[in-house]
């Protein structure tokens, strides 16, 4: 019996075959990698693209202009009136007279008055009220005293804090005893009385030199009292 030998031919047409075969499997494997390669890309190139969106648009809120308000001009509430603005009512308004009697002396900034003790023309910055010596000196109107002091030219002086700036000054008083600095003062409480204390007005008759200031600069107490 005799064996069939099988021919080279057939044998390197087999090992072509599957030559083949592992080129067609190897290329199909690459081609795939490529395919999800190339749908990664256009994944990872879309959120770049919001990403890139999200970044225009937040530059563009902060470069946005912001309305301003201007600290000048008074605000509207809803009826249309104008808010930050108070009405401030005078303190000397509701003055009373500290002192009953004859006004000898008048206010005069502008124009010089005769003074008989210093013999020349000063001015004047508080009215000149005459009275009997010791008769009681009345608190204009509500306060706190500020301060109770000897004055050079006014003698013995009380002066009274009233708010909105407003102050009271009592001069040529017979006594400092009756209020201290720190005392709180109702209208029409009595402070001090008549006196000659003042070295500057002393050959005048007994009587209270009566100041009223705002904001440190003396005004007509005659425009206050009442």
Do not use: W
């Amino acid at each position: 019996m005799r064996l069939k030998i099988k021919k080279p031919n057939d044998r390197v047409a087999v090992a072509l075959v599957l030559c083949f075969c592992v080129v067609a499997i190897a290329s199909i494997f690459s081609m795939r990698s490529n395919f999800d390669q190339l749908n990664l890309d256009s994944k990872e190139n879309i959120n770049i693209a919001k990403d890139d969106k999200s970044i225009i648009n937040r530059e563009q809120d902060v470069v946005k202009p912001v309305p301003t308000v201007d600290s000048t001009v008074p605000k509207q509430n809803q009826s249309g009136e104008q808010q930050g603005t108070t009405v401030r009512e005078d303190a000397a308004a509701s003055f009373s007279i500290p002192l009953k009697g004859k006004v000898n002396k008048g206010f005069s900034m502008e124009e010089p008055v005769y003074s008989k003790t210093l013999d020349q023309y000063i001015i004047h910055s508080g009215i000149d009220i005459e009275a009997p010596v010791d008769t009681q000196i009345l608190a204009a109107g509500d306060g706190t005293v500020t301060k109770v002091y000897k004055d050079d030219k006014l003698g013995i002086t009380i002066e009274v804090s009233h708010g909105n700036g407003i102050v009271t000054r009592y001069s040529n008083l017979s006594t400092n005893k009756m209020v201290g600095e720190g005392d709180v003062l109702k209208k029409g409480q009595p402070i001090s009385g008549v006196g000659s204390s003042a070295l500057f007005e002393s050959l005048e008759p007994p009587h209270l030199h009566f100041e009223v200031l705002k904001d440190g600069v003396a005004i007509d107490p005659t425009n206050y009292i009442k």
